[in-house]
């Protein structure tokens, strides 16, 4: 069993930044993938990024790319999702989650988060 807890969503102007992080606790996690999505009102559940935890190497949706940067840092098991220039279109609850596959697709991944809402305002 794994927890994963995000934080640090919030209301921004666009072109602002925000860091979201996920802690994960109840599991070595050195084989598992690490992945953002998001959700916003309407739409359906969509990929944002992910990392390895081993290896650190990192993917990411075309229209978030050079704007967000997905981390982690093994002592703290936190992955953290730097995003930057923030659009309205980037509205959404966020959410992290911990699979055991190199994927984009949400059914690939075994835990969630509970989700953290991040609002841009125009």
């Known amino acids: 069993q794994v927890q994963l807890g995000e934080s640090g969503g919030g209301l921004v102007q666009v072109g602002d930044s925000l860091r979201l992080s996920c802690a994960a606790s109840?599991?070595?996690?050195?084989?598992?993938?690490m992945g953002w999505f998001r959700q916003a009102p309407g739409k359906e559940r969509e990929f944002v990024a992910r990392?390895?935890?081993?290896?650190?190497?990192?993917y990411y949706t075309d229209s978030v790319k050079g704007r967000f940067t997905i981390s982690r840092v093994n002592a703290k098991n936190t992955v953290y999702l730097q995003m930057n220039s923030l659009t309205p279109e980037d509205t959404a609850v966020y959410y992290c989650?911990?699979?055991?596959?190199?994927?984009?697709?949400?059914?690939?991944?075994?835990?969630w988060g509970q989700g953290t809402q991040v609002t841009v305002s125009s």
């Open positions: 989650a911990i699979g055991r596959y190199s994927s984009t697709q949400g059914r690939e991944y075994d835990y």
């Open positions: 109840g599991r070595t996690l050195s084989r598992y993938t």
């Open positions: 990392i390895s935890w081993s290896s650190g190497s990192t």
